[in-house]
């Protein structure tokens, strides 16, 4: 199993739409190495929800229900989208500062590439965000 994240806007879509709709498919990535990213996602794989521009924090684990398929919202047919569904709220939301802060995600592409939409987690942070999070 690999691990991933991705960022919405929570105006847009939030991890509690997610949770609302049960699942979604996650589409109109037009970043090159994010949408590489979608196409190496396998089902099972799970994903940390990030809401960006507004809450700056993980609040939610998600998994890939559906792998990567064509984009309808992409005429050209270059782009992907996946399917996902949620997992779990975090039992608090992590934000950016904590996870800037903390040594053990000082290599996270997410903090390095921060306009990346959609991310690969190493094992290790993902084990430190889901400890810091309680």
């Not at 847009?12 to 196409?39: I, M, P």
């Not at 309808?72 to 399917?83: I, K, L, Q, T």
């Not at 390095?112 to 993902?126: D, I, N, Y």
């Amino acid at each position: 199993m690999a691990y991933w994240l991705v960022k919405s806007e929570p105006n847009t879509y939030s991890f509690e739409d997610l949770q609302r709709d049960g699942r979604t498919v996650w589409d109109g990535v037009r970043n090159n190495a994010a949408a590489l990213h979608l196409k190496t996602m396998k089902v099972g794989d799970e994903v940390l929800f990030y809401h960006s521009q507004e809450g700056l924090a993980v609040v939610g684990v998600a998994k890939v229900s559906k792998e990567a398929f064509p984009d309808a919202s992409d005429p050209s047919g270059r782009f992907v989208a996946v399917e996902l569904e949620p997992v779990r709220p975090l039992a608090r939301p992590l934000t950016l500062a904590e996870m800037k802060a903390e040594p053990a995600l000082s290599d996270m592409v997410m903090l390095r590439q921060s306009r990346l939409s959609v991310s690969p987690v190493k094992p290790g942070e993902w084990a430190a965000i889901q400890k810091m999070a309680g």
